[in-house]
């Protein structure tokens, strides 16, 4: 048996560890037993190294079993969720469960909460009153029995040793190691004792994955670590540079993914709804991915993903008539005529984030009606001090003069309408 | 300015970090200001990226500032020491600071207890009953003034952080990076106020450094950054296969060094004495290497270099009359007629550390009596059953078979005589 050293000492020269020296690590890290200087290390020497599909595998496994994982069988057959890399004014989770839960799946949503410039889904979900992402493993099960999804926060005894892991990287610039995300993702995913899984890796200048070739990446290791574990893994890359749907925030997002739960709303947050949602019925029925969309798409329009969404929040303890509006806007102007060429999704985000929508630290209480409407999108044609977007005020009023220069400036303008762009770019 | 995580960032990706950063990062782990993990992560990343001479200078700067730096100006110019990269059966330090001291140089040697398979040069000491080495300052001034030379531990205040950081590389298998070595090496030898520096680089299958690419590379690094720092600094590359001398061990090694330091003992002691302190010699005198070489042989000659080990023993507590020697011995018999065409140093050393004559761990008590006595030298004729070497007995005796038999098979003996070999390979 090789001492915690001599396993850093071989990744770093580029071994390959047993999958029983990975488990090693990860039960010694989860019990304390292993140094956090150890484990820094060892990530450090990770990022550079790699782990192949067998380790990244034996690290998902390890983290799965550093905690409690669900037992859902009960349940029956169907349990498939979705997990996207993350990005700005994505809600889709908010429609994309209860969707699939009015086509018949089973959809055990265990989400993280928000460290980034925007709140997480969970977030997003507390800005309704009375809603509850605290729920106990029996209640949950009884809610996914009789609505089919539920949405709840990450316990503490879900993959431990990840959450431990997850802070360490944080700290010592080793968040970007595709491994280490493979496994992060994967072991809170299988926890939740699903069938498959439908991955929206997003990819672009407000995304965490830069290329094509990184996304890719990253979607052919999940897929792979899947395959090892039992898990059907379908995985999109989607463009990650401006907002997705108008609105960006919290209680604005909920109330555009109301809209589009009563088959209306913007159009590429439907498109993408019905992409990775249909995906998730391919999984569970063997449906083609055309019928399995329009399986999808047909819950948006008839009214069942909508009454799905009610119940859930209903079983959740919230009160959706009484989801706050904003006392009020203010406009950004367009500072010339002309086309949006662009919008820069990643500074909108964080000016939200800046006026309260996101935390800046652990602990940060998030402020749920503060957010930004984009108005003018992507190829729309404005006029000179006519409104790029709106920002919604939330307890703190309306927007410092910096937060309104940053927001005109996230909008590029020019004189020619850009060519269009697919919001859908591959699947994996 | 940077935050720590994003100076990770940028050394993983393989910038230069501006000195005032690396100050900033020693300055801050000295503190306490930066947890282990961070500089666990930074080290990695250092191990695979490196740092470039300036990277270097002020990790060594910033290492040397972190704690205490002697003045030694009143003692005048000509203060030059030496440094081992440690090898099995060295015991050249105990040799050459009388001698260099005697030739009139002061010798302000800084020494660190061993904590490998055979003890450092104050564990050698420390086999002198009385001889101490926790010396105060001003007294350790006062005997460099009389002597020429002294030999002491290292205190906890000279260069915290490197002790910090040593530490930390020890378990995070991050010894082995050059840059971090030459910090390591230098801030603690530069907190001695010397004018000159002469490095004895190993180079073997017993030596920390295992080619002479990776020799001829850290005696380099250690030259540049010697010369930024206006310290001049002469390396030696030389051969660390088999021991040094024919003692390995704590009270056989000092009496073998007294049996040099009065003309006598193995030659090969005698070069690796003549070559190092002789380039002491040089760059404290500006004297050619053969006329600085000659200087130092006439001191080991003429009874000066013997003269000046008495006082600094005497100075600093020892009684040599007393130095204890082994109650018995073991001989290892050769299994065959034969040449010794190798003796595996490290291998003796492992076993007399096994015995009792290092520490396994910090804090553990040496056996100062513990050895072993090579009798059949690289290139000695062998009749089976006539010994290879003896074990020096301590407190536990006869060693145990296992002991025995690792011991004999350290010795390869073969039909033909081997090539001899040269000890200083290369002088950078």
Chains 1, 2 share one sequence.
């Not at 009153?129 to 729920?135: I, K, L, R, W, Y």
């Not at 709840?152 to 190691?177: C, E």
């Not at 070739?213 to 540079?241: C, H, P, Q």
Request: with cysteine; glycine share 12%; proline share 4%.
């Amino acid at each position: 048996v090789r001492s915690i050293t001599e396993l850093i000492t071989a990744k770093r020269d580029g071994e390959t560890l047993s999958g029983d020296e990975i488990r090693h690590v990860v039960d010694a890290y989860a019990r304390h037993a292993l140094p956090d200087e150890q484990m820094a290390a060892l990530a450090m020497a990770i990022y550079f190294r790699g782990l192949d599909d067998g380790e990244t595998s034996a690290l998902v496994e390890a983290m799965l079993a550093s905690g409690r994982t669900l037992d859902l069988s009960s349940l029956g057959p169907g349990r498939v969720d979705k997990h996207s890399t993350g990005g700005v004014g994505d809600k889709t989770s908010l429609i994309l469960a209860p969707a699939a839960a009015a086509a018949g799946l089973v959809v055990p949503m265990v989400s993280g909460r928000g460290l980034g410039h925007t709140g997480g889904t969970i977030d997003k979900l507390e800005s309704i009153p009375g809603f509850s992402a605290d729920v106990e493993v029996d209640r949950f099960r009884a809610i996914l029995a009789s609505v089919g999804c539920a949405i709840i926060g990450q316990t503490a005894d879900i993959a431990p040793a990840d959450k431990r892991l997850y802070a360490l990287r944080d700290v010592t610039a080793t968040v970007g190691s595709l491994p280490l995300i493979v496994g992060s993702i994967m072991s809170k995913k299988l926890a939740e004792d699903i069938e498959g899984l439908v991955l929206d890796v997003k990819v672009g200048r407000a995304a965490f994955m830069k290329t094509l070739e990184d996304a890719r990446a990253l979607a052919k290791s999940m897929i792979a670590v899947g395959e090892r574990m039992g898990v059907r893994v379908i995985a999109f890359l989607t463009r990650m540079e401006e907002p997705l749907g108008r609105m960006v925030g919290n209680a604005c997002e909920v109330r555009e993914a109301m809209d589009l739960l009563r088959g209306a709303g913007p159009a590429d947050m439907r498109e993408l709804v019905a992409t990775l949602a249909g995906a998730m019925v391919e999984i569970a029925t063997g449906a083609d991915a055309e019928e399995a969309r329009a399986t999808i798409e047909a819950t948006l329009d008839d009214g069942r993903a909508w009454a799905r969404f009610e119940q859930m929040v209903a079983a959740q303890g919230g009160d959706l008539a009484a989801l706050p509006a904003p006392a009020g806007e203010t406009l950004i102007p367009a500072p010339r005529d002309g086309f949006v060429t662009s919008i820069d999704g990643l500074a909108i985000a964080k000016v939200c984030g800046a006026l309260g929508a996101g935390r800046q630290r652990q602990g940060d209480v998030i402020d749920p009606l503060v957010g930004v409407r984009v108005v003018a999108r992507r190829g729309d044609r404005v006029a000179r001090g006519g409104p790029l977007c709106a920002v919604l005020h939330g307890q703190r009023g309306a927007p410092p003069a910096e937060a309104r220069d940053r927001l005109a400036a996230a909008f590029s303008l020019g004189d020619v309408a850009p060519e269009p762009v697919r919001l859908v770019l591959e699947r994996v």
